[in-house]
T-cell receptor
Framework: GAVVSQHPSWVICKSGTSVKIECRSL??????MFWYRQFPKQSLMLMAT?????????EQGVEKDKFLINHASLTLSTLTVTSAHPEDSSFYIC???????????FGDGTRLSIL | DQQVKQNSPSLSVQEGRISILNCDYT??????FLWYKKYPAEGPTFLIS?????DKNEDGRFTVFLNKSAKHLSLHIVPSQPGDSAVYFC??????????????FGTGTRLTIIP
C-alpha cells in the first residue's frame, strides 16, 4: 500500500487563487521531504527540500514567496502555490525521505490546472 | 544543464524479449543511482538501485549495470511483460544516504511492451 499520501490529486481553480497541497508519510517519520514539479513529457525537477522544524531549501530559480513550504511535523509537509497563474499549471509530486539506504517514497502527485 | 540524460524518449519491445534502457550522467559526484517506474498521473515507484562501488545489481527480472568510467548505466528487464509498459526514469544522488538526499532525474524513457 501507499506509504506517502498526497492530496488533492487534482485541482482546477481560477487565476489568483492560492492552492495548498499536502504530503503525508503514512508508515514512517520523515525529517526530510522533497517537492518536485513535472511538465508534460519532461523530467521531474526538484523545487525544494523541506526539513521538519526548519526553513525549506529552494532550488535555484524557484520563488520561495510563490511556493510556500511548511514542514511542521514529521509526517506532514505542505506546498502552497500563492496567487496561482496559468503558468503554474503543472504536475506537483512530493517524496518523503526514508531511513538510511531506503529509497524515497513518492506521492501520487497533484495535477494543478489554473484557468 | 541536464546532469542526467536518457537519450531515448521511447522504446518498443516484444513481450518476452529483453528491454534495455540507458542513462548517462555528467556529475562525477553522484554516488547512488536509482531507477523508477512511472504511470501517468501517478508518482514514481522505486525499482532498483546501485551504488557507485558496484557495477551490477540484480533483483528478479531487473538488473542495473553501472559503467562508472563511461558515466553510463542501464536497466535490463528480462523477460519483458505487458505490465512493464510505463515511463522509466533514472535518478542520481550525490550522497550515500540516498533516502534523504535530493535526486536528479533523467528525462525518462517511455517503454511499450508489444504483446
Amino acid at each position: 500500500g501507499a506509504v506517502v499520501s498526497q492530496h488533492p490529486s487534482w485541482v482546477i481553480c481560477k487565476s489568483g487563487t492560492s492552492v495548498k497541497i499536502e504530503c503525508r508519510s503514512l508508515d514512517f517519520q520523515a525529517t526530510t521531504m522533497f517537492w518536485y514539479r513535472q511538465f508534460p513529457k519532461q523530467s521531474l525537477m526538484l523545487m525544494a527540500t523541506s526539513n521538519e522544524g526548519s526553513k525549506a531549501t529552494y532550488e535555484q530559480g524557484v520563488e520561495k514567496d510563490k511556493f510556500l513550504i511548511n514542514h511542521a511535523s514529521l509526517t506532514l509537509s505542505t506546498l502552497t502555490v500563492t496567487s496561482a497563474h496559468p503558468e503554474d499549471s503543472s504536475f506537483y509530486i512530493c517524496s518523503a525521505g526514508a531511513p538510511q539506504n531506503q529509497p524515497q517514497h513518492f506521492g501520487d502527485g497533484t495535477r494543478l490546472s489554473i484557468l | 544543464d541536464q546532469q542526467v540524460k536518457q537519450n531515448s524518449p521511447s522504446l518498443s519491445v516484444q513481450e518476452g524479449r529483453i528491454s534495455i534502457l540507458n542513462c548517462d550522467y555528467t556529475n562525477s559526484m553522484f554516488d547512488y543511482f536509482l531507477w523508477y517506474k512511472k504511470y501517468p498521473a501517478e508518482g514514481p515507484t522505486f525499482l532498483i538501485s546501485i551504488s557507485s562501488i558496484k557495477d551490477k545489481n540484480e533483483d528478479g527480472r531487473f538488473t542495473v549495470f553501472l559503467n562508472k568510467s563511461a558515466k553510463h548505466l542501464s536497466l535490463h528487464i528480462v523477460p519483458s511483460q505487458p505490465g512493464d509498459s510505463a515511463v522509466y526514469f533514472c535518478a542520481a544522488s550525490a550522497g550515500t544516504n540516498f533516502g534523504n538526499e535530493k535526486l536528479t532525474f533523467g528525462t525518462g524513457t517511455r517503454l511499450t511492451i508489444i504483446p
